[in-house]
């Protein structure tokens, strides 16, 4: 947050996130999905199918 006006506290635009480490939150996330996928017993193909599905419910930026 920062604060340039004297009517209140403004919310600064987001900051990217350095590409490398984007790229090792992805690692991460898919990481433990991939685990919890096959806990389930389910195989890639269901876990992106089951990806794929969500990808349209998620809120856009």
Known sequence: M???VR?????APRQAM??????EQLAD???GYAAA???LGLDLDA???GVRAQWSHLPGE
Do not use: D, I, L
């Open 29 to 31: 996330a898919a990481r």
């Open 18 to 23: 350095p590409a490398q480490a984007s790229r």
């Open 47 to 49: 876990a992106v199918a």
């Open 7 to 11: 009517t209140g506290t403004v919310v």
């Open 2 to 4: 920062t604060s340039r």
């Open 37 to 39: 996928v096959r806990r």
